[in-house]
């Protein structure tokens, strides 16, 4: 299916600023600064301010910050919907904005007409004070907990309320984006403000060509009300199932995302978790699921399956997917070598939605947005019957390269309803060795080896339109075996700040102590006694 095209026009994003503002708006550092980020996605960037004059807090300051005119005050603007994002920024104080009425209805106006808003530690004061936070998933300055759940929000707090060292990554709700620690995810938040402008840019052009949709304007409820917030709250309630795979000689992974998922999902602990076999399995390890109330699941491989390696994981996502439609809402598939270390909320779909993913660590045989698809997979779009053009860019995990859609097949929250891994195995099965898609194997080796990826990308884009897939943030599905290659900005500072890992096999377990391996991020101390109980990875 085709979608429609977007406006070659930069994004915009408006930045509101107050006095004492913080040194990671545009401090030289080895990390871009915020603005520095920004701009670096081509954006058009702009300030505003209730005064139209902000100055530094101290710290920043003491490094040579200056006191700036902002590009407009507050008041001065009229049409918000000519931006793609508004974003709060850090400081020490925000008292100009939390007092400016025509800052706090900017806010609203903002909200109201769906761009993405984000925030900044003490800054999310401003959106609980708009009236923006209600029933959404948030997080900021531990101090004004009390504003942000008079609010109306669902906050994630930490424990460490000086140190800040278990504060969470950023929180994104839709297209609400809040974070802690302004330095130390620094590179993580504006990577997730990135994607909900550049949702914000689709999902509003979209609206504006559907019929009706200025009468629909025309009626839009009070602040903090809005429909499109109300499902929010009904979808907390939807019942999430984990799946995922083993095969003989993998049941330790099997073991250890387990037990991750019941001591560190947090709401979601308590989930269903379904793993899929097509083999019988260490009897041990099976004792040893059933004590995590895991339940395991035959699944068989369908006749005539072409040879190609990972022939067998469409069938066993087909498989969990159908055990679960009609009795859960959501479904969230993982590679077995993965271990979830946070609340992964972000599988809490918005209902909109019907798939969440994260693009592919590396561009290897994706297909370069920019340039026409080559035969491979002109090929497989023909056969799955997926328009090239509904092919939306991404950017893979850690060479960053800007590819047509191609999500990792080895972590998706889906829609069990929507089917999409069912036709993703019928397609596969069906059509991977079809004359087409199989002359185009030889001229290189690895597509043989991605087929599975790049028929679930067709499929996708075959079955859904761009306004039903939600990419997930930096921290879900980061890759540890490549970590020494991600960039310095956006590479975890430490494993616990990570969603959910995936370590691509037992030499990149994180905390095998005295075995060689991959660089990994440091291990605080209570996360290293958690892995060195987890069986028989941990050895050397």
């Not at 903002?110 to 401003?126: E, Q, S, T, Y």
């Not at 709250?233 to 799946?243: D, K, P, Q």
Request: glycine residues 8%; neutral net charge; charged residues 25%.
């Amino acid at each position: 299916m085709s979608e429609m095209p977007l406006s070659d026009l930069p994004l915009r994003v408006l930045v509101l600023a107050d006095d004492r503002y913080g040194a990671n708006w545009n401090i030289e550092s080895a990390a871009p600064s915020i603005v520095g980020a920004l701009s670096s996605f081509g954006w058009k960037v702009e300030t505003a301010s209730a005064s139209g004059t902000v100055a530094p807090c101290a710290w920043a300051a003491s490094r040579g910050l200056k006191p700036f005119a902002t590009d407009r005050r507050v008041s001065e603007i009229g049409d918000v919907a000519a931006y793609d994002a508004l974003v709060v920024l850090p400081g020490q104080g925000h008292e100009k904005l939390l007092s400016s009425v025509a800052a706090l209805e900017l806010v609203r106006r903002a909200d109201r007409a769906g761009l993405a808003i984000a925030a900044f530690c003490r800054g999310v004061r401003v959106l609980a004070r708009a009236g923006i936070l209600r029933d959404r998933r948030m997080t900021g300055h531990a101090d004004y907990e009390d504003e942000y759940r008079a609010a109306g929000a669902i906050y994630i707090g930490y424990e460490d309320k000086k140190g800040k060292s278990d504060a969470p990554p950023p929180v994104v709700d839709d297209n609400l984006v809040t974070s802690m620690r302004s330095d130390y995810f620094r590179g993580w938040t504006c990577d997730a403000i990135r994607l909900a402008a550049e949702r914000s840019r689709f999902s509003r052009a979209l609206r504006a060509a559907e019929p009706m949709a200025t009468a629909r304007a025309e009626h839009a409820p009070e602040p903090g009300r809005k429909p499109r917030h109300e499902p929010q709250i009904e979808r907390r309630g939807e019942t999430l199932v984990f799946a995922f795979p083993i095969e003989r000689g993998e049941e330790e992974f099997g073991l250890a995302l387990a037990r991750s998922i019941r001591d560190f999902a947090g709401s979601l602990s308590r989930s269903r978790i379904l793993v899929l076999s097509r083999a019988a399995v260490d009897s041990e390890a099976l004792a040893g699921l059933a004590a995590l109330g895991a339940e395991t699941l035959a699944y068989d491989i369908p006749a005539g399956l072409p040879e190609l390696p990972f022939s067998w994981l469409p069938a066993a996502a087909a498989r969990a997917e159908a055990e679960v439609e009609g009795r859960a809402g959501l479904l969230a598939w993982m590679a077995p070598d993965s271990l979830v270390l946070r609340e992964p909320s972000e599988f809490l779909l918005p209902p909109e939605a019907a798939l969440g993913f994260r693009p592919v660590h590396h561009a290897l045989i994706g297909s370069r947005a920019g340039s026409p698809p080559d035969d491979y997979w002109s090929a497989i779009y023909q056969a799955c019957g997926a328009d090239p053009a509904s092919a939306f860019a991404v950017v893979s995990t850690v060479d960053r390269s800007v590819l047509r859609f191609y999500p990792n097949a080895g972590h998706l929250a889906v829609r069990p309803r929507a089917g999409i891994l069912r036709a993703w195995a019928e397609n596969f099965g069906c059509l991977s060795s079809a004359p087409s898609v199989a002359a185009t194997y030889p001229r290189d080796g690895r597509r043989p080896v991605f087929s599975h990826q790049a028929f679930l990308a067709a499929t996708i884009l075959s079955r859904l339109p761009r306004s039903a897939l939600r990419e997930l943030s930096f921290a879900y599905n980061y890759p540890l075996h490549l970590h020494s290659a991600c960039p310095a900005h956006l590479a975890p500072r430490a494993l616990e700040d990570l969603t959910v890992a995936r370590y691509d096999g037992r030499a990149a377990f994180p905390g095998r102590a005295g075995a060689s391996g991959p660089e990994l991020p440091p291990i605080g101390p209570a996360l290293s006694e958690w892995l060195r109980d987890v069986p028989r990875i941990t050895s050397p």
